[in-house]
């Protein structure tokens, strides 16, 4: 669910998208993907988080009941160059979730579409 779409870390704006458990269950979110792939996400720009989201390791985490947690966009590169900067401004974020007391009964994912563009 994106509320914010920057976030400040010191005096820099950064692009961020911000997920949330508006149900009464616990919820695990199993999946979250960038469609295309010129983006990923991490939840702080630390150097080791940069490098395990670059080397494709992906969210997988569970929230409680109204608990949120906010996720930066982090560039891929290629040859030196971020892809963001060469390649189509709309990107898709798929989570893909189920509800933490649902034991065979996964959820189907959750799909948004949104531009970011300054």
């Not at 920057?6 to 616990?26: F, L, P």
Request: aromatic letters at 10%.
């Amino acid at each position: 669910m994106p509320r914010n779409p920057h976030t400040k870390q010191g005096t820099r704006k950064i692009a961020c998208i911000r997920v949330g458990n508006v149900s009464d269950y616990d919820i695990a979110i199993l999946d979250a993907t960038v469609t295309p792939v010129v983006y990923f996400l991490t939840e702080d720009l630390e150097t080791r988080s940069l490098i395990e989201g670059a080397a494709g390791s992906r969210p997988y985490f569970m929230l409680k009941p109204r608990e949120e947690k906010e996720f930066v966009f982090a560039p891929h590169f290629k040859g030196g160059v971020a892809v963001e900067v060469v390649g189509d401004q709309r990107v898709a974020f798929r989570l893909s979730w189920r509800r933490g007391n649902a034991i065979r009964l996964p959820h189907p994912g959750v799909h948004s579409d949104q531009d970011f563009n300054d």
